[in-house]
């Protein structure tokens, strides 16, 4: 560890507080901060980083692995330098299931920087297992990412690891990991660094030698191509031995592999009752299963084989893979010669009880939790119901928007008549509410620079289709300025006529999600399909004529927290109407995997003129003052006032 390190040339007075170094090859820098001198490494560090130049060569990209600025509460990093385009994550544990860290009895909060994870043995691991510079060997090194893991990763896999080594093979962990925790990567440093899993002691569980892996091989269910490429290419980049990943559809493929010395194994959830059966089979090997339930959803088509296999029902998009899992698991025989790993950001009761760790009281929690609260919190995902409403509270506040502060009654039922009906005159009503509104709040706004998509969400595939045909004549009607898609698996008769989605469409089914992610269409309309698993930054309005409940409601409205920085997206751009639900049902929906209440009724603009009214009786203010402050936030003197 070397303090005030000068490094640079041009300007020898310039220093960063600190760097460590191994064998004289610098692997993190810091820059530190505290409360006493005025200064955050939020706000201070940060830019003392963005101000730095570049081109020097302790600070050039891929000279270190990490530049870190901490304070007495929080540590943020960054793996790249780019002036103010420097992107700095949290690398905090967070606290309350919120951002942050947790108060210290014995010193600072981030004292575990350097308790923890500058520790030599630690610093080690991090560098020789989670360290890593994606890219194509023959890019550019500018045009390569450099992965440094956030806490939470780390955490958890450490947690793994010990947990395996000291208790040995035949324990079940969920893993409940919010949308925006970088689960893939976990996923994968997980399955590399299981397969290198030593006992802690002979008398363990599936111990054989104490210089004997745990685990035969690694099985991970996912339905994620991108996982499978990435987990190949990372195990490529990390492990010596070569060609150690293998897919595996059925049992025997299962068998081949083991013998073929393939170590991580990769499987689709709707083969995952096969794998099963594979596993019991080879009892005399060890298993370690991560399974990835969080974008399950992401094929029709991989759901509707699913569906098959497991006898389903009709629609093969209202398949809950989560459901399928514990069904498999429940119909046959679990062996003790193999650990279960389920990462969902959702986890149903069933699934809690089946994969969670069982406390004295009897309830059941998971093994590790980063929740939907931090991610928000952190910046990773965004707040869906921040602007949640419900349509008879859309309409009240377009009411009191319009200065009529009478509640027009039968405007309000002849509109609201669609609440309850299902006929394509209803729909047809519904759908043209949904696209003025998209039109004049998304469109004409010009949200995420004009890019930004929105989703109706109908109860049915008979619904859908109603849908889409209403949003269709709509648009005719306005000139189509822009287009939509459906989404649905299979074919569906409609009054004697058959539809698909790719003759709806006008291209195959595979295509929709790319199509999608075009200009010109700007609208999506789907019943099951696409309501898990699709993520879609653009999306940022969603209207809902359909039930939602419990985990079907989380991650519905999930589609839309997606971030998407270059397009400078922000919660107020986040916008959901509900024709179906009530917001208590939202709420409740919510609750469990949110960790905290944040979502209120429907706003009343009358709110804030009794508030007015209030503060005129007491006097409180002058309205040279209210004016004055107005014209300093808008300029945004304000903000930067706060800020320093």
């Given at each position: 560890?070397?303090?005030?390190?000068?490094?640079?040339?041009?300007?020898?007075?310039?220093?960063?507080?600190?760097?460590?170094?191994?064998?004289?090859l610098p692997i993190v820098t810091l820059e530190l901060k505290n409360a006493w001198t005025g200064q955050t490494a939020r706000y201070h560090g940060q830019k003392q980083y963005r101000d730095r130049d570049a081109s020097q060569t302790l600070m050039q990209f891929g000279r270190t692995l990490v530049h870190m600025t901490a304070d007495t509460d929080e540590v943020w990093m960054a793996t790249k330098l780019a002036g103010g385009a420097t992107w700095f994550l949290p690398f905090n544990k967070g606290h309350n299931e919120g951002a942050g860290n947790p108060p210290n009895p014995a010193g600072h909060k981030t004292a575990y920087l350097w308790e923890e994870v500058f520790?030599?043995?630690?610093?080690?691991?991090?560098?020789?297992?989670?360290?890593?510079?994606?890219?194509?060997q023959t890019e550019p090194l500018a045009k390569k990412t450099l992965i440094f893991p956030r806490y939470q990763q780390l955490d958890v896999v450490r947690k793994l690891l010990d947990h395996a080594a000291g208790h040995g093979v035949g324990h079940s962990y969920l893993i409940q990991h919010s949308a925006g925790s970088g689960k893939s990567n976990s996923i994968t440093w997980a399955a590399y660094q299981l397969i290198e899993t030593y006992p802690g002691r002979l008398d363990l569980p599936g111990a054989r030698a104490l210089d004997a892996p745990l685990f035969d091989s690694v099985i991970v269910v996912t339905d994620r191509r991108l996982l499978d490429k990435q987990l190949r290419d990372n195990i490529r980049d990390f492990s010596e031995v070569k060609n150690i990943v293998a897919p595996a559809m059925r049992s025997a493929d299962l068998k081949a592999a083991l013998e073929n010395g393939k170590k991580i194994i990769i499987t689709t959830i709707q083969k995952f009752p096969f794998i099963i059966d594979g596993i019991a089979d080879l009892s005399d090997k060890r298993f370690a299963v991560i399974i990835d339930e969080a974008h399950s959803g992401q094929s029709g088509l991989a759901h509707d084989k699913m569906n098959q296999a497991m006898g389903g029902g009709e629609d093969p998009d209202a398949v809950d893979p989560q459901d399928k899992i514990i069904a498999a698991m429940q119909a046959r025989k679990m062996r003790g010669n193999a650990s279960y790993l389920a990462f969902t950001a959702t986890p149903k009761a069933t699934t809690l009880e089946?994969?969670?760790?069982?406390?004295?009281?009897?309830?059941?929690?998971?093994?590790?939790?980063?929740?939907?609260?931090?991610?928000?919190?952190?910046?990773?995902?965004?707040?869906?119901?921040?602007?949640?409403?419900?349509?008879?509270?859309?309409?009240?506040?377009?009411?009191?928007?319009?200065?009529?502060?009478?509640?027009?009654?039968?405007?309000?039922?002849?509109k609201l008549r669609a609440y309850v009906e299902r006929s394509q005159q209803t729909i047809n009503t519904k759908a043209e509410i949904m696209v003025e509104n998209f039109v004049d709040n998304v469109v004409n706004a010009k949200k995420l620079r004009g890019k930004a998509k929105g989703m109706i969400v109908t109860q049915d595939i008979e619904m859908a289709i109603r849908y889409y045909k209403a949003v269709q004549a709509d648009l005719a009607k306005r000139g189509n300025p822009f287009k939509a898609l459906i989404a649905f698996s299979g074919e569906k008769e409609v009054e004697g006529i058959k539809y698909t989605e790719a003759d709806m469409n006008g291209f195959p089914e595979d295509k929709t999600r790319t199509e999608f992610d075009k200009d010109e269409y700007r609208l999506l309309v789907v019943a099951n399909k696409?309501?898990?698993?699709?993520?879609?930054?653009?999306?940022?309005?969603?209207?809902?004529?359909?039930?939602?409940?419990?985990?079907?409601?989380?991650?519905?409205?999930?589609?839309?927290?997606?971030?998407?920085?270059?397009?400078?997206?922000?919660?107020?751009?986040?916008?959901?109407?509900?024709?179906?639900?009530?917001?208590?049902?939202?709420?409740?929906?919510?609750?469990?995997?949110f960790t905290?209440?944040?979502?209120?009724?429907?706003?009343?603009?009358?709110?804030?003129?009794?508030?007015?009214?209030?503060?005129?009786?007491?006097?409180?203010?002058?309205?040279?003052?209210?004016?004055?402050?107005?014209?300093a936030f808008s300029t945004g003197r304000m903000r930067k006032s706060s800020a320093r």
């Open positions: 560890m070397t303090r005030q390190v000068h490094h640079s040339q041009a300007n020898p007075n310039e220093s960063v507080d600190m760097v460590l170094f191994v064998n004289g520790q030599p043995k630690s610093l080690a691991g991090i560098i020789q297992h989670f360290v890593l510079l994606e890219g194509k089946k994969f969670g760790t069982k406390q004295p009281d009897g309830r059941f929690k998971p093994f590790h939790l980063y929740s939907m609260k931090q991610a928000i919190e952190e910046g990773f995902i965004l707040d869906v119901l921040a602007n949640y409403t419900t349509y008879k509270g859309y309409y009240e506040i377009q009411k009191s928007i319009e200065h009529n502060p009478l509640f027009d009654t039968a405007k309000a039922q002849k696409y309501l898990t698993g699709f993520d879609q930054p653009k999306l940022c309005a969603m209207y809902v004529d359909k039930k939602l409940q419990s985990v079907l409601a989380v991650q519905a409205l999930s589609r839309l927290n997606r971030s998407a920085p270059k397009l400078g997206k922000r919660t107020e751009d986040l916008f959901v109407l509900d024709f179906f639900n009530s917001t208590d049902d939202i709420k409740a929906a919510f609750d469990p995997f905290v209440t944040t979502l209120s009724e429907a706003t009343d603009v009358n709110v804030l003129h009794e508030l007015k009214e209030t503060l005129d009786e007491v006097g409180v203010h002058e309205w040279s003052e209210v004016r004055s402050s107005a014209r």
